[in-house]
């Protein structure tokens, strides 16, 4: 496993808020990754093995995830806070551009950052999300989302990653099923495993819509001269495949992998996502040496 260190930053209204921070050239725009809605930094672990060293990879924790500090208002888990969080994250680290990887999320929050801060956005991994959300995925999450289970081992949150998330990983082997709950779940003081996550970010969550009730497509129109990778589990039931087309038609510079039989979301490491991301950072690599010879 890539090494890393953890380091926190200051949010706006006052939170403590984690990132691991993986080693990488400091002439490359970082690798910043977004998890989704109940994940946290640990879900790019296999993002950072591999890519760690060549590029330095950024895993953030949002709020009221993994080592990140609980919000007091629930009101607060939204899209647009998270946007402000990476923000001033950016700002006190000193980074002006960036790579995003967003998972679900993770995508989401790219998706608004570029609205009012493309220039930090050198390119993207939207994975497994757009602009317009199935409603039948949504559905589903909100069977689990905010529900604590407590598990009294790691081999029950084995088991119950696997009877959860079955259904985008149905290939997977019992010791598969552990790294997932371990990425997953945390163990408490007193012995028992729970979800990473405040359950109480299930409260505004309650009332999202796959389909909102603005026109989303706009979300696109500030990454359309980027070079922008869009992943899709080939079972999702959160992007569907009209969705992922369209949002390939209104990004000229993106290429759309599918990952095999699998369904929401790819945990990136596959070898379609994997090659296809080594693409996307070639033309990242491309395009800032085009920037600078440019201005030179």
Not at 43 to 71: K, N, T, Y
Not at 221 to 245: F, N, Y
């Amino acid at each position: 496993m890539a090494e890393w260190v953890d380091r926190y930053w200051t949010s706006s209204d006052g939170l403590k808020l984690h990132y691991r921070d993986y080693a990488g050239p400091p002439d490359r725009p970082p690798i910043i990754c977004l998890p989704g809605l109940t994940r946290n930094a640990r879900d790019f672990e296999p993002v950072a093995d591999r890519l760690a060293g060549e590029w330095r990879v950024i895993a953030v924790d949002f709020r009221g995830r993994g080592l990140s500090e609980h919000d007091p208002n629930p009101a607060n888990y939204m899209p647009h806070t998270y946007v402000t969080d990476i923000l001033k994250m950016l700002d006190q680290l000193g980074i002006a551009d960036a790579v995003f990887f967003g998972t679900s999320l993770g995508g989401i929050v790219t998706m608004l950052l570029s609205t009012t801060d493309s220039e930090r956005i050198a390119g993207a991994v939207i994975n497994d999300i757009g602009p317009v959300v199935d409603d039948a995925g949504v559905d589903r999450l909100r069977i689990y989302v905010g529900k604590a289970v407590p598990l009294a081992n790691w081999q029950e949150a084995a088991d119950a990653a696997a009877t959860r998330n079955s259904i985008a990983f149905p290939d997977y082997t019992p010791d598969q099923w552990e790294v997932f709950a371990r990425r997953m779940y945390s163990e408490r003081p007193d012995g028992s495993i729970q979800a990473d996550y405040d359950m109480r970010i299930a409260e505004p969550f309650a009332t999202a819509k796959g389909t909102p009730d603005f026109d989303p497509w706009p979300l696109l129109e500030e990454l359309a001269d980027k070079p922008i990778l869009i992943v899709r589990g080939e079972t999702s039931d959160l992007l569907s495949t009209a969705t992922a087309s369209r949002m390939l038609e209104a990004l000229p510079k993106a290429e759309l992998v599918t990952v095999p039989g699998i369904g929401h979301a790819p945990i990136l490491d596959e070898p379609e996502a994997a090659a296809g991301i080594d693409r996307l950072l070639e033309r990242v690599l491309a395009e800032e040496e085009l920037s600078r010879s440019s201005a030179a």
